[in-house]
């Protein structure tokens, strides 16, 4: 499943937290395997709102939501704030 291009916002978070290279290898996995074990996908609550995540590294994810068979990254967060 391809990713859409990221947003000026988003690129520069990835960029103030030193995030572009995991961000990069992540997504090369998640568009050859979405469901590649390392990603960790998971279906956020709630449930019915379809939004999803994937993992950059132990701290930061990536929130998307699929739109016409394409991942559309919404946000890129500290797991643990």
């Known amino acids: 499943m391809k990713i859409k291009p ?3 916002k988003q690129l520069k978070y990835i960029a103030k937290y030193n995030l ?3 961000y990069d290898k992540a997504k090369e996995l ?3 395997d979405y469901r590649h074990p390392s990603l960790n996908v998971e279906l ?3 449930k019915h709102l ?3 995540s994937f ?3 132990i701290k930061y994810r990536a929130i998307f939501i699929v739109v016409d068979g394409e991942a559309e990254i919404i946000s890129i967060t500290n797991h643990y704030k």
Do not use: H
């Open 50 to 52: 379809k939004m999803y």
């Open 6 to 8: 990221l947003n000026k």
């Open 30 to 32: 998640f568009e050859e």
């Open 20 to 22: 572009k290279d995991k």
């Open 55 to 57: 993992r950059l590294d």
């Open 44 to 46: 956020l609550v709630p």
